[in-house]
């Protein structure tokens, strides 16, 4: 291999700004998250996921008459296609939560006449209301039949979170847990170029309609660097166990170059202003359950860590959004492997914006296909291309 053929960058997109959008901005040194101009906060204390949704897709928040007629359109849709229960039934019931949602979201596309519709910003949005209306059935039917139960129907009176909770557990959840999640879906659901809302991006700009762009965002969404930190971060909390353990584990993690799952973030050089509303409502729910043991842990965990971050490394280490959730959805009783899937179910909002506006209102002239370049530092990077041998001589 010669001088050039030495690999020189993996650039990870760091710092490179590849697009305009409208939806969300991240402020990463003021820890600032806005959604079309909304402070997160704001919506976290105030609107409900369904009221988020609209305002993603429809660039705008409802009126009163138009939320509560996307609530009806939203709960009309949250039932999904029989034969798709069926398929489910015939996976195996040890399959990773997150390629169940995967296979799911492909096989809404088989019942969805619109994806046969090209270059129509009504029917891109009609498909990304049918996914957000159906990722919380396929999530809840799956856990269910996976624990040998029948799928249960969503409620119409019941709001998006509240209906979310009562079709994986039978029961129609209380004041305070509905709005705790509904909360959480409002917190998860955009987060301006991040992995998985890249992938979206990258496949809608090759004009693949809405679920091959969603199908593809949450194959992202699943790896450990990302969505599915939140499964591992209770992971973690479940092998320390004991705050009395939290030295150790960390000693252990930061000695031999492992993650602390829930730490660091890609654009937050602070605090992620979501694990900031999460953390409390984490404690309450732990309180609510005579367990705050989990959240107890985190903190302490988090205190401790950020010490030995200046310790080990000489830098500063924040939490990131899946630190605090992942005690708080455990205090809720979801599984574990649920935690990913859930934070899907509230992405997907995020995820149809960015479809839409790559394919219908990109800032640019008009939507342009991504098609970055690479720096080719193969074996015979050199002038000369490599002679061929048949296959008898290699
Ligand atoms: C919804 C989301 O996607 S939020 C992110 C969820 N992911 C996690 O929680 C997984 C744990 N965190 C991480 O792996 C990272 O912080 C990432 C991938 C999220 C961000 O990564 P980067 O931007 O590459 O991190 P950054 O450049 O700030 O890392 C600097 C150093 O800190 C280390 N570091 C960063 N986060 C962590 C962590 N959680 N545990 C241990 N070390 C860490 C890196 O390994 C790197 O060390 P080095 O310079 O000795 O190689
Ligand atoms: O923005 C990121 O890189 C990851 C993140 O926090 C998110 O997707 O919510």
Not at 186 to 197: G, K, Q, R, Y
Request: include cysteine; hydrophobic fraction near 45%.
């Amino acid at each position: 291999m010669t001088e050039e053929c030495k690999i020189t960058m993996n650039t990870g997109l760091r710092g490179v700004t590849i697009a305009s959008t409208r939806i969300s901005d991240v402020d990463g040194d003021a820890g600032k998250l806005i959604y079309r101009g909304y402070l997160v906060k704001d919506l976290a204390e105030n609107a409900s996921f369904e009221e988020v949704a609209y305002l993603l897709l429809f660039e705008r928040m409802p009126k009163a008459e138009e939320l509560a007629a996307f609530k009806k359109t939203l709960v009309g849709r949250m039932p999904i296609p029989s034969e798709i229960i069926d398929a489910l039934k015939t996976r195996p019931r040890d399959a990773l939560p997150m390629d169940i949602l995967q296979a799911g979201v492909a096989m809404l596309a088989h019942h969805d006449p619109d994806v046969r519709v090209e270059g129509s910003r009504d029917a891109a949005i009609r498909m990304g209301i049918r996914l957000i209306a159906g990722l919380p059935t396929l999530v809840a039917a799956w856990d269910r039949l996976r624990n040998g139960r029948a799928p249960v129907a969503p409620l119409p009176e019941l709001g998006h979170a509240a209906n979310f909770l009562y079709m994986m557990s039978g029961r129609i959840p209380d004041e305070e847990a509905a709005s705790f999640f509904d909360a959480c879906l409002v917190l998860h659901a955009e987060h301006s170029f991040n992995a998985s809302t890249f992938a979206a991006r990258e496949v809608a700009s090759t004009r693949a309609h809405m679920y091959a762009a969603v199908g593809a965002a949450v194959g992202s969404l699943s790896g450990a660097l990302h969505g599915g930190a939140n499964t591992r971060v209770m992971q973690m909390l479940k092998e320390i166990d004991t705050v009395e353990n939290i030295d150790a584990y960390i000693e252990k993690q930061l000695g031999s170059g492992g993650k602390i799952m829930g730490l660091g973030h890609a654009v937050y050089k602070v605090d992620d202003p979501r694990a900031l509303i999460l953390a409390p409502m984490s404690r309450r729910m732990g309180e609510r359950i005579g367990e705050v043991k989990w959240y107890e842990i985190s903190r302490r965990l988090e205190e401790k860590a950020k010490a030995a971050f200046k310790r080990h490394k000489d830098m500063d280490i924040y939490v990131n959004v899946d630190f605090y959730s992942a005690s708080l959805y455990y205090a809720m009783g979801i599984a574990m492997d649920l935690f990913t899937p859930i934070f899907a179910i509230s992405r997907v909002a995020g995820w149809a914006a960015h479809v839409l506006e790559e394919q219908f209102a990109g800032a640019a002239p008009k939507p342009m296909l991504y098609r970055p370049e690479s720096e080719y530092i193969g074996d015979y990077c050199g002038p000369e291309a490599c002679a061929w041998e048949p296959i008898d001589r290699r």
